[in-house]
């Protein structure tokens, strides 16, 4: 076992996230997740791969009410409420600012909409760019956060679906 990490779904939210410190070696690694209730239990099996250094690295969506002092719940089910603000935080290289990235909010067609989206990093223990919109303007239906990465001399670009409902 090269690192174990243990979490709670608290009432009323719809995920949680647990970080593992992956080991030094290069990986890829496997990771065992067991979700116990009062009933039942769910094992599953992932393997991860190493992050390669990529100017846009794996993104996580986050869900909060509008309050940017809220704290934010992790979760894997691109659907919110319009009473929510959708958080999506993603890991850069290390030369990677604010200044770099642009997000923009799209409707289902590709049109940029003038719904501001705030862009932020937070420099912890992993690089990390992080995008913040409230979803109240919006009504219900799917639309795209549109992120791109300048660095380097190369763009990534990455589309991250969403649906707003009631």
Known sequence: VAGSATGRIEPGTRGAAVEVAAPAESGPWRAAIRVEAASSVLQETVDVQPADGDALGPLMLFRATPSPR????????????????????????????????QVRLLDRNGTALAVPVTVGDRRDSIPRMTADVNLAPLTEGDYVLELTVRAAGNERRRLVPIRVTR
């Open 70 to 101: 809220s704290p934010i719940v992790a979760t894997v089910d691109p659907l919110f409420r319009r009473t929510e603000r959708a958080h999506a935080e993603w890991t850069v290289a290390a030369g990677v600012t604010a200044g770099d990235v």
